[in-house]
């Protein structure tokens, strides 16, 4: 993940594998995902959405 200084956390959302955005809340990850028609349910599910360094609520510099 690539940062500027000063910049506020951001997660990378990618869809099968394809770097698709940059997401800055979960209601961005949901608009991303359903920009490409991908509506989720549960975002707690590994089988749909996996949170890499932290959970769903995690947007903060490590």
Do not use: N
């Amino acid at each position: 993940m690539r940062r500027k200084p000063g910049s506020p956390p951001f997660r990378i959302v990618e869809i099968d594998g394809e770097v698709v955005a940059e997401a800055k809340t979960v209601i961005d990850v949901l608009e991303v995902c359903s920009i490409f028609g991908i509506t989720i349910h549960d975002l707690d599910d590994p089988e749909v959405v996996r949170w890499v360094g932290g959970d769903k609520f995690t947007w903060t510099t490590r």
